[in-house]
């Protein structure tokens, strides 16, 4: 992932800064790796890759239906809307599992992650238009989807 950040950013792709590259994201992977991950091996299962290239399409459609659904909501303020803050419950345990869940929260649909409480498994997230409070259903509306992708690549 440096190493593509390291291309994106130099938009250089000749073989001198393809090694640099190489070196440079080695040399940050050994000394801050344990910052972003605590067991590394799991990012040698290349399967966790391809869910994850899997995952961006669904994230990518999310976020074009959050915002086209964003702006009939601006346009048509008569639209009624029930902001509300509800719970729900997942079964990731990573924190960077539980990191993209929130994220995708957030940058999708019309919620907004609160807060984690990653022991009891529950993220509480400000719904604008909160269809009900039962923990269950609103799981199965906003986290029971993605988990399935997420668990494969962060578990």
């Known amino acids: 992932m440096l190493l593509f950040l390291w291309c994106v950013l130099s938009w250089s792709f000749d073989l001198q ?18 910052i972003f991950a605590k067991k590394a091996y799991p990012f040698f299962q290349v399967s966790r890759y391809f869910w994850f290239l899997a995952y961006i ?13 964003m702006a009939f909501a ?16 997942t079964s990731l345990k990573s924190d ?15 919620t907004i992650a609160i807060d984690i409480d990653a022991k009891r498994g529950i993220i509480y997230v400000h719904w604008l ?7 269950e259903k609103n799981t199965k509306i906003l986290v029971a989807r993605l988990e399935k992708f997420l668990k494969k690549v962060f578990e």
Do not use: M, Y
């Not at 399409?57 to 659904?69: E, H, S, Y």
């Not at 303020?77 to 509800?86: A, K, Q, S, T």
């Not at 960077?96 to 019309?110: E, I, M, Q, S």
């Open 17 to 34: 800064h393809i090694a640099a590259g190489i070196v440079i994201a080695l040399i940050i992977s050994f000394f801050a790796g344990d």
């Open 96 to 110: 960077a599992g539980l990191t993209f869940l929130a994220n995708h929260l957030t940058l999708t649909r019309d």
């Open 129 to 135: 238009n909160a269809q009900n409070t039962d923990i």
């Open 57 to 69: 399409p669904v994230f990518l459609w999310d976020c074009f239906k959050a915002n086209v659904a």
């Open 74 to 89: 601006i346009i048509r303020p008569e639209i009624p809307l029930r902001p509300g803050i509800v719970k729900v419950k």
